[in-house]
């Protein structure tokens, strides 16, 4: 694995200048690509690998290390999607992505009645504003308004609550 220090150097690469590092790689043999799988990962290559996917999955850390990784939900959709045949099941799993991809740009305002009460919530850059104060998560600010705990972007009407089977 790539330590901290050249993740972060690594990450600082513009793109032009990780376009062309991937196309150099392009150029290089089965040997050189090997040895360049060794300077990124710290680890020798798997000796299976043929020269396509070898360049490919060097490529693609390349580009994973300089502007981040699939996250963890991210994975978890694309082994589902793999393990099922069924068009309806993968766009189900599209579906939930599409919710949880909803960005909140700063300046926007949510708002929520609760109690016969309208409640208006400002996006910030780094967190919610509700009545004068700063909150990190729309859960904080559902409290704080219900006095019960919730899942803040399901009060606010961003996601939607799931549909149990009996």
């Known amino acids: 694995m790539i330590d901290g220090a050249r993740r972060q150097s690594r990450r600082n690469i513009d793109a032009v200048s990780l376009e062309i590092e991937i196309a150099h790689l392009g150029d290089l043999d089965l040997k050189a690509l090997r040895l360049r799988w060794q300077g990124v990962t710290g680890r020798s290559a798997p ?3 043929p020269k396509h996917l070898l360049f490919a999955m060097l490529a693609y850390r390349i580009q994973a290390d300089a502007f981040g990784d699939l996250d963890a939900g991210m994975v978890q959709i ?12 993968i766009t189900k799993l599209i579906d939930r992505l599409d ?6 740009a700063p300046g926007a305002i949510l708002t929520r009645e609760w109690n016969g009460r309208d409640h208006r919530v400002m996006v910030l850059a780094d967190g919610f504003a509700l009545e004068g104060k700063t909150y990190d998560s729309l859960s904080k600010i559902a409290f704080a308004i219900t006095g019960t705990k919730w899942n803040g972007p399901r009060f606010f009407g961003l996601r939607a609550a799931t549909v149990r089977q009996q």
Do not use: D, I
């Open 78 to 89: 694309l082994k589902a999607a793999v393990g099922s045949r069924e068009p309806a099941t």
């Open 47 to 49: 000796v299976h690998l």
């Open 99 to 104: 919710q949880r991809n909803q960005e909140l």
